[in-house]
């Protein structure tokens, strides 16, 4: 997936550090990348109070713009970033919101296009379109040729929300994603190999899944539900990889699924394994920071905070 979400710039050249941020976390890190893959050359996460970031789509989602700025300011205090300017941004999942567009025509016009793509971003956003700032990515066609676009959405007023709180620490944030845009880079970066990649990337507020099939997205879910509601929501998802996606594949005999990457709190990694293979009759691998080419030294940080942000740092080579 090409790096455009949200971003400013074109064809900017990425800083190899990068923000992320989580209703109760900020992490900052900074790699290098070595023959071996990646690893860290400077992390640091910090806790953040409770209610301080409250990540939604239709409401503020700071509640304390000076603690927030003290907090990153600590925070990369803490991990020797102090004087780094140049920033990627992983935003919390729930304050963004992403979508498949299938257009059930060919448009007869590059104004027809924008006419059908805005209506469809209203009616898959729930906000009129000059309330939203949305970036779009052309799919390849879907099996009846139809052309499809991968939407990603924010409210104009939340983005800058956390523009203003950047600006006044004097970052230049140039790309802001939603986190499981960075957490799905570290499944492309895979070489190419059979099978479909899946990503669970779970939060507070639910988990958003990521199918990809190659490259490119081939489902893609924003899911906000309770704790005890997860296994249903994503058993109706995998029901329809499975009886949608993989049985209108001639050349797919059973499951494609081939990677599983479950990333975030709220979702048993173990557990998530049991309900694919038993939905799919499948065994996909479970993946780890190891297998995807970041080396994480011995300490408290973890993979599941680290994945988005470093992510995103990775897009510097």
Request: hydrophobic letters at 40%; one cysteine or more; aromatic letters at 6%.
């Amino acid at each position: 997936m090409p790096p455009t979400i949200f971003s400013k710039l074109v064809n900017p050249r990425f800083p190899s550090a990068a923000l992320g941020l989580e209703s109760s976390s900020a992490t900052v890190v900074h790699l290098d990348r070595g023959r071996a893959g990646f690893a860290l050359r400077r992390a640091a996460t910090a806790t953040l109070p409770e209610n301080l970031l409250r990540p939604g789509f239709d409401e503020q989602n700071i509640t304390d713009s000076n603690a927030l700025m003290g907090l990153l300011s600590e925070v990369a205090l803490s991990a020797g970033l102090a004087r780094q300017r140049k920033w990627s941004v992983a935003l919390p999942e729930a304050a963004t919101r992403a979508s498949i567009l299938t257009l059930e025509s060919a448009p007869a016009s590059r104004a027809e296009l924008e006419e059908v793509l805005q209506w469809k971003y209203e009616r898959a956003f729930g906000a009129a379109h000059d309330e939203l700032r949305v970036s779009r990515e052309r799919l390849s066609p879907d099996a009846q040729g139809r052309q499809r676009y991968l939407a990603v959405g924010i409210r104009l007023s939340i983005l800058e929300e956390y523009e203003s709180i950047f600006e006044s620490l004097g970052w230049r944030a140039g790309l802001i994603l939603p986190r499981h845009q960075g957490e799905a880079l570290w499944i492309t970066r895979l070489r190419a190999q059979e099978g479909d990649g899946l990503l669970i990337s779970s939060h507070s507020e639910g988990f958003t899944a990521l199918l990809l099939r190659g490259r490119q997205p081939a489902i893609v879910r924003s899911v906000m539900c309770e704790v005890e509601d997860r296994d249903d929501e994503l058993y109706r998802l995998l029901l329809f990889y499975r009886d949608r996606v993989i049985s209108s594949d001639e050349e797919t005999n059973g499951s494609a699924l081939a990677r599983l990457l479950v990333v975030g709190e709220g979702f048993d990694k173990g557990h998530v394994s049991e309900i694919v293979n038993e939905t799919l009759e499948t065994h996909p691998r479970l993946l780890n920071s190891t297998d995807v080419g970041l080396v994480l030294p011995p300490g408290e940080l973890s993979f599941d905070s680290l994945a988005a942000p470093a992510g995103l740092a990775t897009l510097a080579w």
